[in-house]
């Protein structure tokens, strides 16, 4: 070593500890380079840090190879390893645009750099890297070129097996990964033209190259039955089988729960605590009970114990990590842990013992908690109720109901009544809330669509909302109180730029949202009260949700803006989401007495865990939204030519969006279809305005469309007018009108047929197949 460098390794003892083969420390290594100042080879480190054996050797390199993974080190081309912070580099990670171009997240304290079309075609979506900053573009985004590929995340790849002019390929069905991979022909594995089969990557991607693959497995036809859930599994990385370790730990579970584990708990079985879940609903998270009081009412909320059975460090554990969360599929589900826990020992079902970890919380009139406990409880639920049930009973007054579930009415009513002072009290705090509909796919008995319906919410399902609303918050006074580490549910406010943006778009529609730089919830909650009656209520509502910042996990508390609270978590489902498991485990670690510090994970760790929570939690909701899109097309793609009542819920400067009456099926009007003219697009109106014809086409405008085209690639839905109701402008504007509005509206040529035929026919950049658009 040099005799420069004299200091210590800080960490040796640490290292001796944990390996057979003791090594330098991460922190050693970068302390000696820095020393250095210049990038040394291996064998100067081996050297330099008396790596002699062959074993501390390969320890070394292993060591090496993880600090370049981690963007710690860069490995050049000289075969020497460099400081990364003295090379004025900076890591993150890819987020593909399905039109081709990408960003790199770095971290929150900067905007995510922009990676053009061109830096895209060496990588996928997920990847990390090292990047440079390299300019700006007109927008003012900071440029990033890529310097090296840290970690690939796209090993695998699911897609559409087909031969274009002799040559192999495979069509990614992930949307965020633009390159064609090419498949030789022994690669094939016996593929059939128009197949879905999963590959793996010979060769990574490449800027002049395509990438080759390798046919791993056949999924089937393009069109078999349950084949867009497979496809959404594999195209976005979820896990759906489980590893032999997990199966081996799953199986020694007994399906009732034993003695030994009732023992020391708070003893609830002869309370009336209840479900309440929707009809599909498998794993019961949490159950509720409520009582009066002089002063108002207790409100109990009890959560399946599920860190009572997954240990830290488990098989079970590191899977539901690795998991992150449940994936809920219309009709299918992927589970965070195996089924006989979900489904079986850890869900709340009716009329059998279960152990449960409890929040209970004094309530006053005006909805405050005074005072909470929590507990370790052992419960029996008296009913599985299902939230239309609960509607009934509760606003309708159903007497059949009521009389069947006579022994809970008393309950159910306080339940209510405090429902009524926490939606008050949540109205009062100036909470965000964006009521929109959900699609609700039925199926038939042969597993086939029968319907797609709009899912609304009703009185039980926010009931339910404010009590586990309350013990969320009740977690995170817990654990902020008691100065422990945990996992909470952050939501900020929105950035400067993106409220620049919707302040725009409000303006050209006559609409101010208050709150100066800093608009607080109350701001956003008043706006959405103004805008209930209006037309455009649905897309004014995207506006303000898509302008605020997305929620996520972090050991940090930043509190919740969307919700108003200054610190919330999420407590009350650990059965199908891994940050609600950790603060159990930090909750039970308080009522077990133990100090902080001596907690199993330290908040580096913690922020990790909440980073890839959070990454996994988007990487569902995409996977859910893939195949919903899919079904949907499927649905309607036996109904081209059917005739159908809809409205006009957006308008673009490419078209119209309309909304089915009886179906809850939204598809585009393209501008092209309309009647040959000059359109402008007047974003002041939002309306398209013929030239010549005078017609003018605006939101909530009522229209009959026939089903033109459906494009299951895409994922579109086209529709053509049958029935224009477009209102007919009196008379041409005056120039001074033309002049004011000139930079509010877009001019739009539509196409004749002919040049819109001559357009279609340029060949497509992503080459969809065209077998699968036609099915």
């Not at 002049?208 to 056949?218: D, E, F, M, W």
């Not at 089937?220 to 979820?238: D, N, P, V």
Request: proline fraction near 4%.
């Amino acid at each position: 070593m040099s005799r420069k460098f004299k200091k210590k390794d800080p960490h040796q003892a640490r290292e001796a500890e944990k390996y057979e083969f003791p090594i330098p420390s991460r922190e050693y290594i970068m302390d000696y380079l820095e020393h250095a100042g210049t990038p040394l080879e291996k064998e100067r480190l081996e050297e330099a840090f008396s790596m002699e054996t062959a074993d501390q050797q390969e320890a070394l390199r292993r060591r090496l190879r993880a600090m370049v993974r981690d963007g710690q080190l860069l490995f050049n081309r000289k075969q020497e390893y460099a400081l990364v912070d003295k090379l004025s580099l900076l890591k993150g990670q890819v987020v593909a645009h399905r039109d081709g171009f990408g960003f790199v997240i770095v971290d929150k304290s900067m905007p995510d750099l922009f990676l053009p079309e061109r830096e895209m075609r060496n990588i996928f979506h997920g990847d990390k890297v090292l990047v440079r900053v390299v300019g700006e573009d007109r927008r003012g985004r900071k440029i990033a070129n890529i310097v090296e590929v840290l970690e690939r995340n796209t090993l695998q790849i699911v897609g559409q097996y087909l031969i274009e002019e002799g040559v192999g390929l495979v069509v990614p069905e992930n949307r965020t990964i633009y390159q064609d991979i090419i498949i030789l022909p022994e690669d094939a594995g016996g593929a059939k033209p128009g197949q879905i089969v999963t590959i793996e990557l010979i060769t990574p991607t490449h800027r002049r190259v395509y990438p080759l693959g390798r046919v791993k497995s056949i999924l089937g036809e393009a069109m078999s039955s349950g084949m867009e859930i497979e496809i959404a599994t594999r195209a976005h990385g979820l896990s759906f089988d489980w590893p032999e370790d997990v199966e081996k730990e799953a199986a020694r579970f007994k399906e009732r729960v034993q003695t030994k584990d009732k023992e020391e708990r708070v003893d609830l079985r002869d309370l009336p605590f209840v479900t309440i879940d929707g009809e599909d609903a498998k794993d019961f998270d949490d159950a509720v009970f409520c009582k009066k009081t002089a002063k108002g009412w207790v409100l109990s909320v009890a959560i399946a114990d599920v860190s009572h059975y997954v240990k830290p460090d488990s098989a079970l554990d590191e899977e539901a990590a690795k998991r992150g969360n449940s994936v809920y599929f219309p009709g299918r589900v992927l589970p965070m842990l195996p089924e006989v826990l979900s489904n079986g020992l850890c869900s709340l079902k009716p009329k059998v013992d279960r152990l449960c970890l409890v929040c209970e919380m004094s309530v006053n009139a005006e909805g405050e908690v005074g005072r909470y406990r929590f507990y370790e409880g052992l419960m029996h639920s008296k009913a599985r109720l299902t939230y239309e049930e609960v509607a009934k009973i509760l606003v309708d007054q159903d007497e059949t109901l009521k009389k069947q579930y006579k022994s809970l009415l008393e309950p159910l009513d306080h339940l209510y009544e405090i429902y009524q002072v926490l939606a008050k009290a949540r109205q009062k705090r100036g909470a965000i809330d964006f009521e929109m509909p959900e699609a609700q796919i039925v199926f038939n008995a042969d597993g086939k669509i029968e319907k797609i319906i709009a899912r609304y919410r009703n009185d039980a399902h926010r009931l339910i909302e404010e009590c586990m609303l309350l013990a969320n918050v009740s977690a995170a006074d817990f654990l902020l109180k008691h100065k422990m580490p945990g996992l909470f549910r952050v939501h900020e406010g929105p950035n400067s730029d993106k409220l620049d943006a919707l302040r725009q778009l409000l303006s050209e529609k006559g609409l101010l949202l208050k709150g100066g730089l800093k608009p607080k919830p109350k701001d956003y909650a008043r706006l959405m009260t103004q805008i209930q009656a209006r037309s455009d209520v649905a897309m004014l509502q995207t506006l303000l949700l898509r302008s605020l910042s997305q929620a996520v996990y972090q050991g940090e508390n930043c509190g919740h803006f969307g919700l108003a609270y200054e610190a919330y978590t999420h407590f009350t489902s650990p059965i199908r989401r891994y940050p609600d498991l950790l603060v159990h485990r930090a909750i039970r670690h308080i009522i077990q007495k133990k100090r902080p510090n001596s907690f199993r994970y330290k908040p580096s760790e913690l922020q990790s865990l909440g980073e890839h929570c959070s990454s996994t939690e988007r990487r569902a909701d995409d996977a859910t939204r893939d195949v919903v899109d899919w079904l949907k097309c499927e649905y309607m793609s036996s109904r081209v030519g059917t005739e159908y009542d809809g409205t006009v819920t957006s308008v673009t400067s490419f078209g119209l969006f309309i909304a089915l009456k009886d179906e809850f099926v939204e598809g585009l009007v393209h501008v092209t279809s309309l009647k040959n003219d000059y359109y402008r697009y007047d974003a002041l109106r939002h309306q398209l305005v013929g030239e010549a014809t005078h017609m003018r086409y605006t939101l909530g405008d009522t229209v009959r469309i026939v089903v033109q085209r459906v494009d299951m690639n895409q994922r579109k839905i086209e529709f053509d007018l049958i029935q224009e109701n477009a209102k007919k402008i009196g008379k041409k504007p005056s120039k001074k009108e033309k002049h004011a509005r000139q930079g509010k509206a877009k001019k739009v040529e539509v196409q004749t047929p002919a040049k819109a035929k001559t357009k279609a026919a340029a060949p497509d950049k992503r080459r969809r197949p065209k077998k699968r658009a036609e099915s």
